[in-house]
Each structure stands twice: as C-alpha cells, then as structure tokens.
C-alpha cells in the first residue's frame, strides 16, 4: 500500500535527526520541548504509519494520499523527504498515539467545529502557503471573521470540492444562505447548473477591490465577460458607467435580466415619471393619451432599447 512505501521516507527522515522542519515546529509542542528529552518525543515514532496504525482503515482519511500534499519527491509539501507528514499539519502527535488516541494531546484538528482556534490552524497552512494563496488573505473579510482555511478546504479528499465549479457552490452557500437563495430564482448566473462558480467573480482569499471581487471594480468584474457592454459609448448611461448593479442583481433574481426590479418600476426609482409619457393617463403624452402601454411589457425599454448606452449618432435618448 501507498503508505509502506513512505515508511522508507520516514527512516530517512529519522537518519537525518528529523530535518529542520521538526526544530522549527519543535516551540509548538511545549512541554515536551522546554524539558530536557529532545523535542522529537512529542512526535510519533514513524511519521504517517504511526497514525496509520490506527486511522489507516479510514478511507476518509487516506483520500489525503491522493492529493498533491501526499507527493513523497515535493521537497516543499508535508511528504516529502524530511517533511513531518500528518505531523507537518496536525502538530507532535507522539502523546496522542501513546495515549492510544482519544485526546488530541497538543495536537491540532481543522475545520469549522474544530477545538483549534481557526487563527492556530491557519497559521499552518499559512506556514507554507504565504506566496500564493494567501496574498490578499490578513485583509480578507473571512480571516476578519476568523474563518478557517479548513472550512473551505477539505484536505483529505482526492478532489477538493471547494476547487470545483459544480461543487464550489455548496461549500461557500453552507455559510452564504442569501446567495443560496437568490441562486434558485428564475434570473441567475449558470452556477446552480454548475457551469460558473462564485470565484468566477470573487476571490475566496481577499482582495483589494469591494466584496472581495475579481478586479478592481464592479463593472471591470461584469464586463470581463460581458465586454459588449463595458463602453466607452457615444452616448452614456450614467448608472451603467458607475455601477451595473444599480439595475442588476449579480446572484439572481425574479425579475428577467437578474434586474432589481421591472422597467417602468426599475426606470422610475431614478426617473420622474412627470412631464413623460410613462405615467399612465397623461393627455399629453407623445401617444396621445393612451401611454398605458409606456407601463406594460418592457415599458420604458419598449423605446429607450439601447439602455446600456448608444453608439448611434443619434441615440442620445438611448432610443436607438
Ligand atoms: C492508538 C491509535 C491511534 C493512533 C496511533 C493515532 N490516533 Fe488519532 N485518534 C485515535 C482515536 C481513537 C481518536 C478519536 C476518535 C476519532 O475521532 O476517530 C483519534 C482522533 C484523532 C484526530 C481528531 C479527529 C476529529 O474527529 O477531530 C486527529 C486529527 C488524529 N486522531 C490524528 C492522528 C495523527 C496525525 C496521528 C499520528 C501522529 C494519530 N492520530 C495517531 C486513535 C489513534
Ligand atoms: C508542509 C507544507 C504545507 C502545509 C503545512 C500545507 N500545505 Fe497545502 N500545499 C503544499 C504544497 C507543496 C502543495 C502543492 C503545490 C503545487 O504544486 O501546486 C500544496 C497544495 C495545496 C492546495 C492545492 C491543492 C490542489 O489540488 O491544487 C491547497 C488548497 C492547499 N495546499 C491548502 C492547504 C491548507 C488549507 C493547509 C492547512 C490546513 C495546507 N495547505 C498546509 C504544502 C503545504
Ligand atoms: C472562502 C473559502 C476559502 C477559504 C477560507 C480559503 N480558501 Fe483557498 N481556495 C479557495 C478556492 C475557491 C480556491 C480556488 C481558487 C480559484 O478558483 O480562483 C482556493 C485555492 C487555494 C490554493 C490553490 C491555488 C493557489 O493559489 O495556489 C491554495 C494553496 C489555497 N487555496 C490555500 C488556502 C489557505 C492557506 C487558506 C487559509 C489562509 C485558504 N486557502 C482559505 C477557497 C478558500
Ligand atoms: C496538509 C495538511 C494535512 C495533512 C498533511 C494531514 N491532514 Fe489530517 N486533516 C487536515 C485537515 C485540514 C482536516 C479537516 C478535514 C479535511 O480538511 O478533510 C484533517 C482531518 C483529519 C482527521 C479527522 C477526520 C474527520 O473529519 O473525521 C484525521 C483523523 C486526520 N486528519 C488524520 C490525518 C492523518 C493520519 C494524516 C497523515 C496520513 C493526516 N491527517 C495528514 C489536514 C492535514
Ligand atoms: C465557514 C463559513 C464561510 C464559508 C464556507 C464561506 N464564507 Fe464567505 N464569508 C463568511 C463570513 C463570516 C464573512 C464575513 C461576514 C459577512 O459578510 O457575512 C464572509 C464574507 C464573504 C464575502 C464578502 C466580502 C466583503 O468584503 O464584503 C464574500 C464575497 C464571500 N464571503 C464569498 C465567499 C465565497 C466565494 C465562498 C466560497 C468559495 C465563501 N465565501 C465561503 C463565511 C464563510
Ligand atoms: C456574476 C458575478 C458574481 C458571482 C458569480 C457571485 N457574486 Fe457575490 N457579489 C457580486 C457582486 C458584484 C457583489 C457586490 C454587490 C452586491 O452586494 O450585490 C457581490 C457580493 C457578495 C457578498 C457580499 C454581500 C453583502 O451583502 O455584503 C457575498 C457574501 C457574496 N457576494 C457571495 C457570493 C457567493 C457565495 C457566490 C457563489 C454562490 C457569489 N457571491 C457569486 C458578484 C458575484
Ligand atoms: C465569468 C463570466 C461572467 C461574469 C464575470 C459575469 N457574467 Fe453575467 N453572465 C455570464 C453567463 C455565462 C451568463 C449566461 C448567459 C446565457 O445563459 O446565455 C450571464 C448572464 C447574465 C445576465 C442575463 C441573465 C438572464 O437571466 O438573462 C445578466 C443581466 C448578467 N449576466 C449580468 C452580469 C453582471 C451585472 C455581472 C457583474 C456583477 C456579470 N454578469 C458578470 C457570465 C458572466
Ligand atoms: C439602468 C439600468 C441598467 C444598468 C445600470 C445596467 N443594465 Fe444591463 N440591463 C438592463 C435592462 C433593463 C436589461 C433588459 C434589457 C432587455 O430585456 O432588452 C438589461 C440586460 C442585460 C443583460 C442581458 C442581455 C440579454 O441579451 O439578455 C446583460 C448581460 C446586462 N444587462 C449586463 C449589464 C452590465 C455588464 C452592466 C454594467 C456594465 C449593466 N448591464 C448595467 C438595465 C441595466
Ligand atoms: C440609478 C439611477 C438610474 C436608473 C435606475 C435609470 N437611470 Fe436613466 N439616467 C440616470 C442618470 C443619472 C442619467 C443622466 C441624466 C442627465 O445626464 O441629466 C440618465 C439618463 C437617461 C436617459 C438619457 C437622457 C438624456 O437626456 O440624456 C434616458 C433615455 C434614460 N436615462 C432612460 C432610462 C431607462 C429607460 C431606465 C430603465 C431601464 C433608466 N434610465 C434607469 C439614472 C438612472
Ligand atoms: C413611446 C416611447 C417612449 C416610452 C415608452 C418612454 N419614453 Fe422616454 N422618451 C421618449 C422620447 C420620444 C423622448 C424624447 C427624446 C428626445 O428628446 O430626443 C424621451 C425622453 C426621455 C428622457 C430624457 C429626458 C426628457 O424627459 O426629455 C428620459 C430620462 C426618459 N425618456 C425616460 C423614460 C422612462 C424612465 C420611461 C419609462 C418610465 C420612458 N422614458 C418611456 C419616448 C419614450
């Protein structure tokens, strides 16, 4: 099995007095390593088949050895040569084995319901993963809100389902239950079809930009897809130069087109709707009166098609 194989790593490791990992993590394991023993009693005798002994029947937690941490030739992952393995991410586990498990003795577990408080088990991942991943991280709303790495991150299963489209969705909504519920409405984004995923347009570990989004702003966000509508146009929209979310909701919504609310209502919660031909009755209206069918339909839009913007000599009324 996987597993007999990276015991010849473990004697390895063992011959090189455990590899500068171990005297780096050696502070965490407290007792053990303020007493006159050598740090390395806190840790198991044999790496991974320590605990292999006993949790090597749970296939929960050997999915671990078919993901990238468990490579045994990445000098910089958990398994490789002089790397701790489980140890490298659950702390000196040598009390817990000898106590024949139970307790978690000065270890670490991960996750949501974990007894390690989520800023101890972030700072190990952190312990290698500060280039890459966590670069916006410190400032993020979820390290804010003491988040954990593991509660998005499920380390132990071949295929992290949080790094899938079709299963991100599930991961961020078990919190996010506002977006869950504007996934099910009639107008969304394909992502309950699993063709989209949130971090199409947010990053999961911060950014720089509001709500955590992809670039820098709402609309630089929207028109990276949407392009046709990112201008600059002859004739502006105001609201859709600022802000595409003053008329849309990004998440979904019961209204066509994922918008707040239907034209004419939409128009009008900017738009007055005196002195036009949209409010319904006006004998002055350009249709003589009968301007009911300025409300009906797509009402406003019925004329003022090009809503995002108009490159049309004369589209200055955003009619053509
Ligand atoms: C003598 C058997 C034994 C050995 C050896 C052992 N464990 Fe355990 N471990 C247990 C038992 C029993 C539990 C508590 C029941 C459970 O949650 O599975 C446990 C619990 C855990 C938990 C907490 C699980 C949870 O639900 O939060 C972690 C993490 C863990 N062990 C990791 C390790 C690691 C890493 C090693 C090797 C350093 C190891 N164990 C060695 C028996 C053992
Ligand atoms: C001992 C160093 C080390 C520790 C500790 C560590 N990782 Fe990693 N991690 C790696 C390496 C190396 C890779 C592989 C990077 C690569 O080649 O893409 C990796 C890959 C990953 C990936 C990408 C997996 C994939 O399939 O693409 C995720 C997600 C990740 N780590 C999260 C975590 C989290 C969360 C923690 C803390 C619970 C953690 N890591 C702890 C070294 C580590
Ligand atoms: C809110 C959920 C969430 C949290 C919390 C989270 N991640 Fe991630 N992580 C993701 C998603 C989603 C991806 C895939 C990135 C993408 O598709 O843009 C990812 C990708 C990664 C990757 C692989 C891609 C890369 O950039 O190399 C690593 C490594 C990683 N995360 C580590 C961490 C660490 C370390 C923490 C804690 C400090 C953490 N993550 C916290 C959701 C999360
Ligand atoms: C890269 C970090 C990392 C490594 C290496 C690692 N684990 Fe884990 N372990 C985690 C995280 C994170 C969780 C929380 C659940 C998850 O993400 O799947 C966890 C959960 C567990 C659990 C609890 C499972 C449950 O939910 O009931 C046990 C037991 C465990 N690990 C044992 C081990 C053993 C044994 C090894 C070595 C073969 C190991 N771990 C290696 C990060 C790691
Ligand atoms: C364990 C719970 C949890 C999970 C899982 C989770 N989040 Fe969050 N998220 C939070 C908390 C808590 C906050 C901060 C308070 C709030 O805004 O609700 C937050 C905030 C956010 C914000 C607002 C950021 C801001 O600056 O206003 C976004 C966007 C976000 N999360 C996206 C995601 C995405 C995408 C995923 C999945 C990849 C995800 N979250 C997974 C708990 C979670
Ligand atoms: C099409 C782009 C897009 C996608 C996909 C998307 N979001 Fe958002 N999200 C936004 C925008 C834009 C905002 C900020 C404006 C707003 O609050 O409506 C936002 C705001 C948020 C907020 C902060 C809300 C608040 O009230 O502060 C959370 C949380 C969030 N999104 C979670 C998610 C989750 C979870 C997913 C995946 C199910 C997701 N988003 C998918 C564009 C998107
Ligand atoms: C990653 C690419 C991507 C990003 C980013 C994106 N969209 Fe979309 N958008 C899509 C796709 C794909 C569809 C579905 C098109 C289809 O079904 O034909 C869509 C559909 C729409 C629709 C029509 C929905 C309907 O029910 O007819 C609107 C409105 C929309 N997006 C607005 C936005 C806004 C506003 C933003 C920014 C907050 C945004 N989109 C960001 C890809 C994206
Ligand atoms: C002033 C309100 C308003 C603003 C602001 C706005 N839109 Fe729209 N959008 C609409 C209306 C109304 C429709 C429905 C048009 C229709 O049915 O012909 C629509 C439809 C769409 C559609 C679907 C088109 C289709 O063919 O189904 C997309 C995509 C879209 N908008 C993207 C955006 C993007 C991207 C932004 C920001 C750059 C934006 N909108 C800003 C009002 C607005
Ligand atoms: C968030 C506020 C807002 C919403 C919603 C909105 N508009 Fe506008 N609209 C503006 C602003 C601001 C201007 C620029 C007014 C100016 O330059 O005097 C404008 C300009 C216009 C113009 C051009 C007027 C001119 O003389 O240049 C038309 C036509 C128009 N809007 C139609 C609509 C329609 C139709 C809708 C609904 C689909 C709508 N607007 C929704 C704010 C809004
Ligand atoms: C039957 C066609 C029609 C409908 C329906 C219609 N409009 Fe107009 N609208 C016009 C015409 C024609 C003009 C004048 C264009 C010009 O001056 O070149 C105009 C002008 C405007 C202007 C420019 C400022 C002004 O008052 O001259 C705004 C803003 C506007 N409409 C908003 C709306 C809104 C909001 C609705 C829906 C409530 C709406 N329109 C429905 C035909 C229509």
């Not at 301007?291 to 839009?301: K, P």
Request: charged share 10%; net charge neutral; aromatic share 4%.
């Amino acid at each position: 099995m996987q597993w007999l194989r990276r015991g010849t790593a473990v004697v390895v490791l063992l011959a090189c007095g455990l590899g500068p990992a171990r005297a780096a993590d050696a502070p965490q394991s407290g007792a053990a390593a303020a007493s006159s023993t050598p740090a390395p009693a806190a840790y198991s005798a044999q790496g991974a088949d320590t605990c292999l002994a006993c949790h090597g029947g749970d296939t929960t937690v050997t999915g671990i050895f078919r993901t990238k941490h468990a490579r045994p030739n990445d000098p910089n992952g958990p398994f490789g040569h002089g790397g701790l393995q489980c140890e490298a991410c659950h702390g000196p586990g040598g009390a817990h084995a000898a106590a024949g498990g139970g307790p978690l003795a000065g270890m670490r577990d991960f996750g949501p319901k974990a007894l390690t408080p989520a800023s101890q088990q972030n700072a190990v991942c952190l312990g290698c993963h500060q280039s890459n991943a966590a670069h916006d991280w410190a400032s993020s709303a979820h390290a804010a809100s003491n988040v954990a790495c593991a509660s998005c991150h499920d380390l132990h299963k071949p295929k992290d389902p949080v790094l899938t489209a079709a299963t991100q969705i599930e991961v961020c909504t078990s919190c996010h239950q506002a977006q869950h519920t504007d996934l099910l409405k009639p107008s969304h984004h394909p992502m309950s079809e699993g063709k989209m995923a949130c971090t199409a347009c947010h990053s999961p570990h911060g950014s720089t930009a509001p709500a955590q989004l992809v670039r820098n702003t709402v609309n630089e966000t929207c028109t990276s897809c949407h392009a046709e509508y990112r201008g600059p146009f002859l004739w502006e929209h105001q609201p859709v130069t600022e802000d595409c979310t003053s008329c849309h909701q990004p998440h979904g919504s019961v209204q066509p087109a994922l918008l707040k609310l239907r034209p004419p209502f939409l128009c009008q919660t900017c738009h007055e709707g005196a002195g036009h031909p949209s409010i319904a009755n006006t004998p002055q209206g350009l249709a003589g009166g009968t301007s009911s069918a300025y409300l009906l339909a797509g009402g406003c839009i019925n004329c003022h098609s090009q809503v995002h913007g108009s490159n049309n000599p004369s589209g200055r009324a955003l009619m053509r």
